[in-house]
């Protein structure tokens, strides 16, 4: 979905939108601004700050309870040493989760959005003044566990990487479509599980996804055994290296959902920014 | 859950323009919603009806309109009417296709009362 006024137009929905019935003594105005623009234009506030450090940005979504924390130490137990990383907390309530990213020796600030089910653009950018962003390579946003608000909200981050772990069934692509089509990766989790479960088939999974005509990457892990972390690591890497050639141009990237809706609706937003340091050049 | 947040920005824009345009009263205000935008339009009229009392628009009625999902076939160029989890092209079972129309939540236009 873009993000100015009049530009979710498109060749579908015009006549729809379009249609206005003129009466007597009322003036139309027609408006046709997105209603999440003052999300968007926060969350392209938050882009600003992190392409000004440099710090590739990951959005973590998925249910509650399908391993994004467990994922996050295992990730950061392999990257320690050779990047630096940092972590946003999402929660409705405790510091749990930041806890166990701090026991790894990573910074981590928590969000305890009290009854509220997502993050906004707004809660990160209060977070993100916690975290000295200039010295990170990588950043993880892990969103609150819930498989349906968080994909309408744009953070700011770069890509979307959805959880879904083995144990809750293979056809939720199909059932929460807005949130497996936000994915710019699937990581099918607890693969360590498969073996007790009949009904759990990757590859059912998998064709859930692509129906969504989406052509996102599936990865199969297990934060427990190490199966797949490998694949998973090449692909961070490959995304922070694809992610700094982008900056190198003074291009930012988007999640691809986003970019689809830049293509079909509208010019892409005029972002600035300015690089702060040459911190990552031994990732390029 | 979040319906009553985005109602709060849907009011915000609305009192906005009907400030700009010096309106007396809202009359009406028309919000194009599609199925893949992850917002409920039941959810949406009854927080709307919560937090438009006491302002320029306590008496304006809220005209959703639902967007189609439809999908341009990148493979065949032919566009399909489609079911949210079910994104291929009718014709060609491809999935290489463009959403087109099913995302949107757009605040198309408002009604206002204007003294003349």
Redesign the interface.
């Given at each position: 979905?873009c993000n100015t006024c009049g530009c979710?137009?498109?060749?579908?929905?015009r006549p729809?939108?379009m249609?206005?019935k003129p009466?007597n003594?009322?003036?139309?105005?027609?408006?046709?601004?997105?209603?999440?623009?003052?999300?968007n234009h926060q969350a392209d506030h938050n882009r600003a700050h992190f392409d000004a450090s440099k710090v590739l940005v990951i959005n973590l979504m998925s249910s509650p309870g399908s391993g994004k924390t467990a994922l996050l130490e295992a990730t950061i137990k392999r990257l320690r040493e050779s990047l630096k990383i940092a972590v946003i907390e999402g929660d409705l309530e405790t510091e749990n989760d930041t806890k166990r990213i701090q026991a790894q020796g990573v910074p981590a600030y928590q969000i305890t959005t009290g009854t509220?089910?997502?993050l906004?653009a707004h809660l990160v950018h209060n977070a993100l003044h916690h975290l000295a962003l200039d010295n990170l390579d990588l950043l993880f946003i892990e969103n609150v566990g819930n498989l349906?608000?968080p994909?309408?909200?744009d953070l700011g981050h770069h890509r979307n990487v959805v959880l879904l772990s083995v144990t809750e069934g293979d056809d939720k692509?199909?059932?929460y479509?807005?949130m497996f089509?936000a994915a710019d990766l699937m990581l099918i989790s607890k693969t360590d599980l498969l073996p007790y479960l009949d009904d759990f088939s990757p590859s059912n999974a998998e064709q859930?996804l692509?129906?969504?005509?989406?052509?996102a990457p599936v990865i199969a892990f297990s934060s427990k055994d190490g199966q797949g972390m490998d694949a998973w690591i090449t692909w961070l890497l490959t995304e922070i290296k694809d992610y700094q050639a982008l900056l190198l141009n003074q291009k930012t990237q988007r999640p691809k959902i986003q970019q689809?809706?830049q293509l079909?609706h509208a010019q892409p937003g005029n972002t600035k920014f300015y690089p702060v340091s040459n911190k990552t050049e031994h990732l390029v | 859950m979040h319906e009553l947040s985005l109602c709060d920005d849907l009011l915000g824009q609305v009192i906005a323009i009907a400030a700009k345009h010096k309106a007396q009263s809202v009359e009406s205000i028309t919000v194009a919603i599609g199925a893949l935008a992850g917002v409920e339009p039941l959810l949406l009229e009854s927080a709307f009806s919560l937090i438009k009392a006491g302002t320029l628009a306590e008496q304006a009625q809220l005209i959703l309109q639902t967007a189609p999902v439809i999908v341009l076939c990148r493979t065949c160029g032919t566009q399909s009417e489609v079911t949210p989890n079910r994104l291929l092209c009718k014709t060609c079972q491809s999935n290489e296709t463009t959403l087109i129309s099913g995302d949107e939540l757009i605040l198309a236009s408002v009604a206002l009362n204007c003294p003349d």
């Open positions: 979905m979710n137009i498109t060749p579908g929905n729809l939108v249609a206005e009466k003594g009322v003036t139309t105005v027609s408006v046709l601004q997105n209603l999440l623009s003052q999300n509220a089910c997502h906004d349906v608000c994909a309408s909200f692509p199909a059932k479509p807005v089509r859930n692509h129906n969504l005509a989406s052509d689809d809706g079909l | -």
